[in-house]
């Protein structure tokens, strides 16, 4: 998809389709009543016969309106005009967007980007719609013999804004627009692949095919000899029960001085969980391919940040592994023994994130991070609290809590803190080890990020719960790409990014 903004006036814009919007009750916007005079009211006239009320998403394409340059005008239902709100902005520009490819406009100028949304500037807008463009418009095709791809689909649209100082500020939008939606798209792709092709070697290969894009971004990859060397026995214990080798992958984004310290991004990549020995049920099992999103959703930010040329260090770890039942693998009742040094009576093993977090989050301690992210398809408890709607953040430092709310808020990409007092860490208490896996099912996210604060002591650290953001279910089934907004937003303020005017 070609993106570009410009500043003009509805009547001169010769295109395939002009998108312009109309409120409830058929009310017109400015430029939809510049469109309406040139036309000698033909577009009211519709209006006044019922062919449009203006409730949000609803859609009408007229063909050789008079006057107008364009082939189509396509009127989009924005709802009531107080009401426009962010969600509401992103599902209209969404739906814009699959009418136009549905259509045969292989290009349109779009004019929704002038709506007001309350509390958000030009930048927010360009930007947004071009997120939600791409996200609306993006299949996972690779496996399938027929393709079913429009004829004739949208490949460029240009985005309207009021004045022309504005130009410079819509064409930064678009380009970081492009760049989180390209990592987002990573993300989806390698969580979207099966498990029978998409395991730990595989998520080497695509650091691998990183590295290899972006002269600033190097790899390598710890095997499962030199986890026992370095005495990581959780993790290793994660994966004996598959034939897949356990493969934690690092890629370096050397984007500032040398003497800069990295924030480091460590991503769970159970590329399959069956639950081991504590076997899953049956129903939605094959979901547990997305168990890898946190190790997706790291590797899709590193895309964005090595597209943008940020300029800070940051490392992205892709803790792969594969959870299976075999006459090998761990079992309820064994005591594991940490890098850390600390143990842990596994209760369940299917709580096996936080035993291959444990040993990565303690890996990374070489680094001198300013800061460690954990992202982690990591508990069901989640969705719980949270429902498929926000993402868990937990931390230790309120001011890093703070920073990633404020990023999820500036990419509306949306995430709530969860506590994690002292007083849920009793829940884990062992009579033979340092610590059980399982605290229990009440607070059972809590409880889980309450373990993992256990091996962060040495660093700054926040942990992000994306059991109930990463993946879709049901009709629309699929990975999101979240939560690479949340976490590029954040890489792109800590590297003082200018976002407005």
Known sequence: ???????????????????????????????????????????????????????????????????????????VGC?????????????????TIQTLNETGSMEAVCFLTELHVKGRDTYWKVRQAVEATEDSLYTFMQLKTKKGEPRRPLRKIVFNVPTRRELTVGERAIEHGLAVSRGAKVTRDVANMPPNICNPAYLWQQAQELASQYDSVSAEVIDETQMAELGMQAYLAVGRGSENESMMSIMHHRGGPADQAPIVLVGKGLTFDSGGISIKP???????????????????TMHTIAALNLPINVIGVLAGCENMPSGNAYRPGDILT????????????DAEGRLVLCDALTYVERFDPELVVDVAT?????????????????????????????ASEQ???????????????????????????????????????????RFTKKYNWAHLDIAGTAWRSGKNKGATGRPVPMLSQFLMNRAGIKLED
């Not at 940490?338 to 093993?349: A, F, P």
């Not at 829940?427 to 099912?441: I, K, V, Y």
């Open 1 to 75: 998809m070609e993106f570009s903004v410009k500043s003009g006036s509805p009547e001169k814009q010769r295109s395939a389709c002009i998108v312009v919007g109309v409120f409830e009750p058929r009310r017109l916007t400015a430029v939809a009543e510049q469109l309406d005079d040139i036309s000698e009211g033909y577009i009211s006239n519709l209006l006044r016969r019922g062919d449009l009320e203006g409730k949000a998403g609803q859609m009408l394409l007229l063909h050789h309106v008079p006057n107008v340059l364009s082939e189509r005008v396509l009127l």
């Open 79 to 95: 709802g009531k005009e107080r009401e426009l709100d962010e969600r509401q902005y992103k599902q209209i520009i969404a739906k």
């Open 282 to 300: 049956g129903e939605a099992m094959d979901e547990m391919k997305y168990d890898m999103g946190g190790a997706a959703g790291v590797l899709g």
């Open 338 to 349: 940490t890098m850390s040094g600390q143990t842990v009576e596994v209760l369940n093993t």
């Open 378 to 406: 990591l508990t069901g408890a989640a969705i719980i609290a949270l429902g498929h709607h926000a993402t868990a953040v937990m931390s230790t430092h309120n001011p890093l809590a703070h920073e990633l709310l404020n």
């Open 411 to 453: 990419s509306s990409d949306r995430a709530w803190r969860l506590p994690l007092w002292d007083d849920y860490q009793e829940q884990l208490e062992s009579p033979f080890a340092d610590m059980t896996n399982l605290g229990g099912r009440p607070a059972g996210s809590i409880t889980a990020g309450c373990f993992l604060s």
